[in-house]
């Protein structure tokens, strides 16, 4: 079993950075796919990134793509999510969570969810 625990989520305002780390317990974490999802409120949980077993690949939903990166540093098992130029959109509580399918992007093909970090990106 992993487990996941999110962290670095604040406060920002439109424009800043933030880097997000999900650090993972459990000694099969280099062999799960990794996935980013966030949730507004009054939303349902969506897809933002995930990243294959061994880094190699990655997958970004269009809203995101080209200002987050997603990585991961399987020696330390952590993931990152690096968020540049941030948008008042972008306000959510931001999860981890592991998948065996390395094309998934629905919320239903990941488990072992962290609890989530809060971004709140202000205008």
């Known amino acids: 079993q992993v487990q996941l625990v999110e962290s670095g989520g604040g406060l920002v305002q439109a424009g800043d950075s933030l880097r997000l780390s999900c650090a993972a317990s459990?000694?099969?974490?280099?062999?799960?796919?990794l996935g980013w999802f966030r949730q507004a409120p009054g939303k349902e949980r969506e897809f933002v990134a995930r990243?294959?077993?061994?880094?190699?690949?990655?997958y970004y939903v269009d809203s995101v793509k080209g200002r987050f990166t997603i990585s991961r540093d399987n020696a330390k098992n952590t993931v990152y999510l690096q968020m540049n130029s941030l948008k008042p959109e972008d306000t959510a509580v931001y999860y981890c969570?592991?998948?065996?399918?390395?094309?998934?992007?629905?919320?239903?093909?990941?488990?072992?969810w962290g609890q989530g970090t809060q971004v709140t990106v202000s205008s």
């Open positions: 969570a592991v998948s065996t399918y390395a094309g998934a992007t629905s919320r239903f093909n990941y488990f072992n």
């Open positions: 459990g000694r099969t974490f280099s062999s799960y796919v």
């Open positions: 990243i294959s077993s061994s880094g190699g690949s990655t």
